[in-house]
């Protein structure tokens, strides 16, 4: 039972440290209609990351390692700078680890803890998501953002999926916003994503213990 916890809260870590090695999130520079994607499939298919109405993943965001997948979403008017459904200012990012057998969802206490009590508002787990209101940070990462930001993580298809939600500073994304906006993530990807079973048989690689919660979470430690 011991060695069980240590294999997910390794995991854990991985996912969590993965989301600071893509820098800051910000969209900058000139944006146009080839800014934005409505889907990208990573590992053969195995997990396709789609945003809610009204964001779109910003194209060059999307970053294929061998340590795992990235991409960052934001408002579609924001990538494309043409008008079209307005939704709450905010920026997603989703960071997804190599397949791994049995590979199992870190829990929100394991997050938690793995940030220290000091950095978490709240944490909660439901319907295959695990999530964590976390207190600091977010402004470090998105500028002019408020340091209140929300991750979640997720299994699909054998994958540990990491998700972060950053938003303007006192903007509702910073609240109980956040936590509607990654719902609605997990769920558009869920969706998206292959039933289980009939997905491709990527590679399994096993991670290495205090690894995971970095890895689902690059930009956020």
């Not at 990538?79 to 969802?105: D, H, S, Y």
């Amino acid at each position: 039972m011991a060695s069980a916890r240590h294999r997910v809260a390794a995991r854990a870590g991985l996912l969590l440290a993965f989301l600071p090695l893509v820098a800051c999130l910000e969209v900058t520079g000139e944006s146009g209609p080839g800014d934005a994607l409505s889907a990208v499939a990573f590992y053969d298919g195995d997990v396709t990351v789609t945003g809610p109405r009204g964001y779109c993943i910003d194209r060059g965001s999307v970053k294929r390692s061998p340590g795992g997948r990235f991409a960052l979403l934001a408002s579609c008017e924001s990538l494309t700078a043409q008008a079209g459904i307005a939704v709450e200012p905010a920026v997603m990012t989703v960071a997804v680890l190599p397949r791994a057998g049995g590979a199992e969802q870190p829990s929100a206490a394991a997050m938690a803890e793995a940030l220290g009590p000091e950095a978490v508002r709240g944490a909660e787990d439901g319907d295959g998501l695990a999530l964590v209101h976390v207190a600091r940070g977010g402004d470090k990462v998105l500028p002019g953002g408020d340091p209140s930001h929300w991750r979640a993580s997720m299994v699909i298809n054998g994958h540990l999926v990491g998700l972060a939600a950053y938003g303007p500073e006192g903007g509702t994304v910073a609240g109980t916003g956040g936590r509607v906006l990654l719902r609605d993530l997990a769920e558009a990807m869920r969706d998206a994503s292959p039933a289980p079973g009939t997905a491709s048989q990527t590679a399994i690689h096993p991670a290495g213990r205090g690894t995971l919660f970095g890895g689902l979470f690059p930009v956020s430690n």
